[in-house]
């Protein structure tokens, strides 16, 4: 396990449970701190924090105090989003830095620590909104959306376990823990790709864009990306490139097999055809024909011919169509842990040709008292989390 | 490009590959020092840098493309043709100065051309490489191509993103290449902590499909717990009410959410009717579900007297989230934003002054950077071969000669 001699306390809220889920999955040995009688049935909560120890913390807050201290004296990362109701801990993270000097502090916040906003609330969609994100999804003209799963707590738990293994890498070479200081606000701005440099460079500003693509044409041409197919939708895009002329010429080639009218696909030599050049009149013109074709195909044919094509393009997935999928199989993506049948995302990564195994089931509790304390391989520890404690 | 003091220091990571699922990562890590090299060559550059607009100018160009340059700022640009013997020869020394390699070719390709991982960690050890694509390295479909505006369908995203009665919603660009990068580089990073501290490197595969369902796991988990399929629901949600997104005055949105009644008293207050806090079709966060449409229209009615900001800054006056919906030319003004400086200017040689985004996430003590502008194609051969690849004169002379810079 490439952090398997790393020890994480995870204070977080759901703005920050991915990062410590992140982490466990490489191998950091994660504590997750609970207030006592915590709901923790729900889905969402134990999809992401699974592969943690939970520490449901005494309902006494000196004795809870003395537990989350004697934890941090050999903890490695403190995950935190100081909004969590974690009783009678001190999980400032500025006194944290103090009184630690080798520990990593993490610290989640809607909009991070610092700027005049920083105190401001936020849920996801307010993140999503301030991030930009739900300015690109919608319909031109309509309502702008977020996704209905939410997703600025992922951007925001991704960046989190990012800047915790690079202060780590820092904390290893120099001895030093630091402050990560992460704005979920900022974080969603890696959704849009690279749409603000449309402003920034030519002075065109992107928007929603519906069910179509925008931005890959000189002349403003916008691309139909969702077909309606016999049992959902299809999700393909005419590009350029050697990928996209192959995909394309294979498109044609199974349209004419099939019997399929061409229109104006017919005349196209996909060798010179250049996508960033194409105006309306002619993306319309090719798209008509392939409209017609999608509708007779299920999801499943699409992809199955779109594979054995070498064809770019998916089809939209639900997740019972996700759960069911072979590839995913083949790979043992989802996991179960110990002795129950309850099914996971499992680690997010396969290394040395393994998925590491999820190794504690969200319902696991890690000992309460002081005396059980299961800090991982006390020989591993000893070289990278130091014994400097609280003075 | 000094890294000095900064966290990665020291850290050197090799690119091969191009478009955003690799390149994302090395940036992210050259941000906070890393020495990152990412290799290309003039026959066929990174893709990002002739496919996509934005061009300087509206015209085309390999170093004019805002698209490359968002994702490959504070790198260095070596060319090395790859189809020419000398070309791989030059590689495979690479491979042993770097800790990292992070590559984004189809599966079996870093094979074929003798740069996979079993050859390259027989003369370097400790190397850590990071392999991402579409599907993973194995199962019946890893060898399907694939870009991640796509991938983002397949695994849910674009199904749970729109009206109910209307179609699925794109998400701009190559949405999950993102989350891929960013998982990717956690897992690059602790491979490298590892290889550090013991001397072991590591060979990671990293499926961009499977990251993004990292992202849907609540939805699959409940999936395997209920059967309950989910489907796309415009703004709503199962607990807060109201939540969503309404109309201002100048024309801008404002997205805002209450998640307890407390929340919603505060709001009725803040939009001058503390009375709706009682009223028997508002009390509830159940009661202001069903009746929806009419709460939509008493909040609709506030916020359509005035703009996106000054909404915003009400409601949180008075506790509630709320926010204005962020366009790509707001996200520069915006005062949170401006005071993390989440745009940084930098002078590109061809290009000029132009803004390049930071990570979501800094360092107190040791601060990452934009550390420079992305660079021209090939533009630091001479730097990277000779000063830190450590070529003689001759060495390089005669690879130049061979033409493996071209």
Known sequence: MLLSDVLIIDATDRL?????????????????????????????????????????????????????????????????????????????????????????????????????????KASDIELMAAGGAMALAGEPDGMPVRVSEPQSYGWAGAHAAIGAVVALFRRDATGRGDLVDVSAQASVIAALSHAPAFVDLVGIEPTRAGAFMTGRSIKGARYRVFWPCRDGYINFIFYGGAAGRRTNEQLVAWMRQSGAELGALAAIDWKTWDPTKADQAEVDAIEAPVAQFFARLTKREFLIEGHRREMLGYPVATVADIASDPQLEARAFFQTVADSADRFCGSFAVIDGERPPLRHHPGAPFPAAPASVGAPSAAGRAGSSGAEGKP | MSAVGQALAGLKVLEFGGYAAGPHIGKVLANFGARTIHMESKERPDGFRIQYPPFKDDRPGYNRSGCFAFFNDSKYSVTVDLKKPAGMALARRMAQWCDLIIENMRPGVMERLGLGFGALAERNPRLVMLSTCNMGQTGPRADQ?????????????????GVPEGPPMLLYGPYIDYVASLLGASAALAGVTRSRRTGKGALIDLSQYECGLVFMGGAL????????????????????????????????????????DDEFAALARAIGDGSLAGDPRFATAPARRTNGKALDAVISAWTGQRGAET??????????????VVGMAGLFSDPQLRARRQFRVRRHPEMGDHAYCYPGFDLVEAPGDIIGPAPCVGADNDFVFRDLIGLSEAEYESYRQQGVFD
């Open chain 2, 145 to 161: 191509p694939g870009f991640g505006s796509q991938l983002s369908a397949l695994a849910g995203m674009c199904e749970l993103t």
């Open chain 1, 16 to 120: 920050g449970w991915l990062a410590g889920r992140l982490l466990a999955d490489l191998g950091a040995d994660v504590i997750k701190l609970e207030p006592p009688g915590s709901d923790r049935s729900r889905a969402e909560w134990r999809a992401f924090n699974v592969n943690k120890r939970i520490l449901e913390l005494d309902p006494e807050p000196a004795s809870a105090r003395a537990r989350v201290e004697e934890l941090l004296r050999t903890a490695d990362i403190c995950l935190l989003t100081p909004s969590a109701a974690i009783p009678g801990a001190c999980l400032d993270p500025l006194a944290l830095r103090r009184d630690y000097p080798r520990l990593v502090v993490v610290a989640i916040r809607p909009f991070g620590g610092v700027g005049p906003r920083s105190a401001w």
């Open chain 2, 311 to 324: 909404a915003a800054i009400a409601l949180q006056a008075a506790g509630v989230p709320a926010y204005p």
């Open chain 2, 221 to 260: 988990r409940e999936f395997f717990a209920s059967g309950r399929v989910p489907t796309r629901c415009g703004n709503d949600d199962p607990v807060a009410a109201p939540h969503g997104a309404f109309l201002c005055h100048d024309g801008e949105w404002v997205a805002l959410s209450c998640w307890s």
